[in-house]
T-cell receptor, first 112, second 111 residues
Framework: QKEVEQDPGPLSVPEGAIVSLNCTYS??????FMWYRQYSRKGPELLMY????GNKEDGRFTAQVDKSSKYISLFIRDSQPSDSATYLC????????????FGAGTTVTVRA | EAQVTQNPRYLITVTGKKLTVTCSQN?????MSWYRQDPGLGLRQIYY???????DKGDVPEGYKVSRKEKRNFPLILESPSPNQTSLYFC??????????FGQGTRLTVV
């Protein structure tokens, strides 16, 4: 079983819809949680970073962490065609934070 | 501009011919890592470094070597590349307890 599970999709939504992405994990020592966006042929770029349970909002993006259920989510409101990309969740422990564990990534297409 | 720079961006080589992919960061980060990205498998860590002269294996280290002689540089060495090392490679750096910054990637094809 992988440490981090993420549905690879693909996910296709109309412009303006809410995109919901999620990851589950098995390592209860994970305390740092990140979401990255990766456009085709580019390196991943950070979208959201959080280390506590609950919600964190940044513009159209909301990251949600539920440590009791070992479940994290990313919501994209008012989705745009420019949001079409692969979204990767990543997480790390506090004491061994040199290692980031990634989900497989979910490919999202926002249709105009 | 804060960045992680990898070179080359694209590389086609033949089996067994040694190659090096360079990685440099200008953010003074302690941690640096190499990942490979394959369809359906996501990003897998090859090697990481916690500081100068401190390196260790990640999840898929076989066939790779690294060195960290300076804080800013972390080259990836393939002594005898094989076709199963055809992949998209990313270098990343990060400060302790924070997010990683990625390079633009190196697409390697071994024929």
């Amino acid at each position: 079983q992988k440490e981090v599970e993420q549905d690879p999709g693909p996910l296709s939504v109309p412009e303006g819809a809410i995109v919901s992405l999620n990851c589950t994990y098995s390592n209860s020592a994970f305390q740092y949680f990140m979401w990255y966006r990766q456009y085709s042929r580019k390196g991943p770029e950070l979208l959201m970073y959080t280390y506590s349970s609950g919600n964190k909002e940044d513009g159209r993006f909301t990251a949600q962490v539920d440590k009791s259920s070992k479940y994290i989510s990313l919501f994209i409101r008012d989705s745009q065609p420019s949001d079409s990309a692969t979204y990767l969740c990543a997480m790390s422990e506090v004491t061994n934070d040199y290692k980031l564990s990634f989900g497989a990534g979910t490919t999202v297409t926002v249709r105009a | 501009e804060a960045q992680v720079t990898q070179n080359p961006r694209y590389l086609i080589t033949v089996t067994g011919k040694k190659l090096t992919v360079t990685c440099s960061q200008n953010m003074n980060h302690e941690y640096m890592s190499w990942y490979r990205q394959d369809p359906g498998l996501g990003l897998r860590q090859i090697y990481y470094s916690m500081n100068v002269e401190v390196t260790d294996k990640g999840d898929v280290p076989e066939g790779y070597k690294v060195s960290r002689k300076e804080k800013r540089n972390f080259p990836l060495i393939l002594e005898s590349p094989s076709p199963n090392q055809t992949s998209l490679y990313f270098c990343a750096s990060r400060p302790r307890g924070r997010e990683a910054f990625f390079g633009q990637g190196t697409r390697l094809t071994v024929v």
